[in-house]
């Protein structure tokens, strides 16, 4: 499939399409009459490039991790180093967000007291 139909079928943003081509991660894909052709592998990988997106990692990070995991079962630790580190950071700026609500709701139970 091109990389139009791949971004149609798959809601894969151009940009990331062009990412994953520019940083030559693409095993099977080849170019066909100037068109590239996505297989199976590939969409599995964009796939997982969306996934690094959306949990936040950048442009940087996710290209690091795409090139460990084409090194395989040896590279597992650094994978799973890179998710605790995003992880960890995540729960803190959840715990963040909670200490905010929390102020926020004192803040509003003590204008509901001073109206009683």
């Given at each position: 499939m091109t990389i139009q139909e791949a971004s149609e079928r798959y809601q894969i943003p151009m940009g990331v399409l062009r990412e994953y081509e520019s940083w030559g991660l693409c095993g099977a894909?080849?170019?066909?009459?100037?068109?590239?052709?996505?297989?199976?592998?590939?969409?599995?990988?964009?796939?997982?490039?969306?996934?690094?997106?959306?949990?936040?990692?950048s442009t940087e990070e996710v290209e690091l991790y795409m090139r460990l995991l084409l090194e395989g079962d040896s590279s597992d630790g650094q994978r799973l180093q890179m998710l605790e580190e995003k992880r960890s950071a995540a729960l803190d700026e959840i715990h963040f967000k909670e200490h905010q609500l929390q102020r926020l709701d004192y803040l509003r139970h003590e204008i509901r007291n001073a109206q009683r």
């Open positions: 894909v080849k170019k066909v009459m100037g068109d590239w052709q996505y297989d199976d592998t590939d969409l599995e990988r964009l796939s997982i490039i969306m996934t690094l997106h959306d949990i936040g990692f």
